[in-house]
């Protein structure tokens, strides 16, 4: 005889503790055991279904043959069509390998796809973009770089996710280069233009400016390498960033090419030391590396009126308590603390703003653009330690996104219109 069972648990120990019990008893096994998010999960999170009715004949003739073949050769003899009589004009494709995906490291393209096909429902959600998962089984770069490109005829944009650095860099790159069709790697530009729009509104609230503030970054992989760009694009102009080993270094000659491009833009006092000794006298800490680097005595060595942006998931860089001791505002890439900055704020209406202006690419005034809009959710007098960045619920944050990257983009001539 085979019984389910339905339980309230408090978490995973709490689950293994019911299962010891129950095989405990005579002649009782556990045979499997499930939770709400693996049913959430069973038989993938996204399907296709049809936009257009087939009731008849005719109906059939019309969506596929003889009569599609008319639509074919339209678009044979102008590709610019398919963006109107395809999907392709309203669909992106999710590219992972597998190799960085959430804190979770190369865990390979089949482990991958839960977390692209959740991407794919945000999109959805969130902006009406449809999306698609392509997980690839291969890490050799050019082979990522010429599958991509193989496939960029039946997609309106590229969006590149979960890939390891350094290659996500030349890949993203390459690819930018040879297509006509936006390529965005949200790990690095999506976690930039977060953490851009919530410094717009922390300095608003302790009355700083970007081009006065001393900020110091942890992390100088995907995510810290575009959030320096953005931050210097945006007129900041005193950062330094820290790697494993202290603080990257004006002069020294690293082995990453990021790297070297941030020796040669960051730290022109040439400071050397660990990433404690660089928060001394800070206006600014954004954390993108590692959990528990930092205590809250350390926070207090920064300057009044401090701004923290632990983000490490699911355990930030300083125990946000012991940095609100000091700090004067806090926040985390967590959903159970004030001042989420989180990704699902970018890249839905970012992709819908590039799609909507049929952009061919991606430029650092879209990405600004994309920031202020974020920032803009919430009105001056609404603005207060712990209320920085909108929730990624509100209906204003994608629409407003959207338009400002459409916008930015025919005022940056990345259009084909």
């Known amino acids: ?98 190799t960085a995906v959430l804190g979770l490291g190369d865990i390979g393209p089949e482990a991958a796809m839960p977390v692209m096909e959740g991407k794919a429902i945000l999109f959805k959600q969130f902006a009406d973009v449809n999306a698609w998962p392509v997980a690839l089984d291969t890490k050799d770069t050019e082979e990522i770089i010429a599958i991509c490109k193989a496939l960029a005829p039946a997609y309106g944009g590229i969006n590149l996710e979960d890939i390891s650095a350094p290659r996500c860099f030349e890949i993203e790159e390459r690819l930018r280069d040879e297509l006509d069709i936006p390529v965005f790697h949200d790990d690095q530009h999506g976690t930039a233009i977060v953490t851009q729009a919530a410094l717009v509104n922390a300095l ?30 945006s ?50 800490f954004i954390g993108v590396s590692a959990p528990n680097l930092l205590t809250g005595d350390d926070i207090a060595t920064m300057n009044e009126d401090a701004i923290v942006f632990a983000m490490a998931n699911p355990d930030p860089e300083v125990d946000p308590d ?9 926040a985390t890439g967590r959903s159970d603390y004030p001042n989420q900055i989180n990704n699902v704020l970018v890249f839905p209406g970012f992709f819908r703003g590039l799609l909507d202006s049929a952009a061919t690419g991606v430029t650092d005034g879209m990405m600004l653009a994309a920031a202020e809009a974020i920032a803009s959710c919430i009105d001056d007098h609404e603005l207060h330690p712990g209320y920085l960045i909108p929730s990624v619920f509100d209906p204003k944050v994608a629409a407003r996104v959207a338009d400002a990257v459409s916008r930015a983009a025919r005022q940056g001539g990345v259009t084909r219109s």
């Open 235 to 284: 007129g900041a102009r005193h950062i330094r960033a820290a790697g494993r080993d202290g603080v990257i270094e004006r002069g020294t000659v690293y082995a990453e090419e990021h790297r070297n491009w941030i020796a040669h833009h960051t730290n022109e006092e040439a400071f050397s030391g660990s990433l404690r000794q660089a928060l001394a006298g800070a206006d600014v």
């Open 322 to 330: 012991e940095a609100s001791d000091h700090a004067a505002i806090v």
């Open 204 to 233: 608003k609230v302790v009355g700083k400016s970007i081009e006065d503030v001393k900020i110091v970054i942890s992390g100088v992989g995907a995510a810290g390498f575009a959030i320096i760009r953005l931050l210097m694009a």
């Open 1 to 98: 005889m085979c019984i389910d069972i339905s339980a309230n648990t408090r978490g995973q120990d709490h689950v293994d503790a019911i299962e010891a019990v129950i095989n405990q008893r005579p002649g009782a096994q556990v045979r499997r055991i499930s939770d709400r998010t693996f049913l959430m999960h069973m038989g993938g999170k996204i399907e296709t279904t049809s936009k257009v009715p087939l009731r008849s004949r005719d109906d059939l003739s019309r969506a596929y043959t003889p009569g599609v073949a008319r639509v074919c050769l339209a678009i044979a003899k102008d590709p610019a069509e398919a963006r109107r009589f395809t999907i392709k004009g309203n669909t992106v494709a999710v590219v992972t390998d597998g």
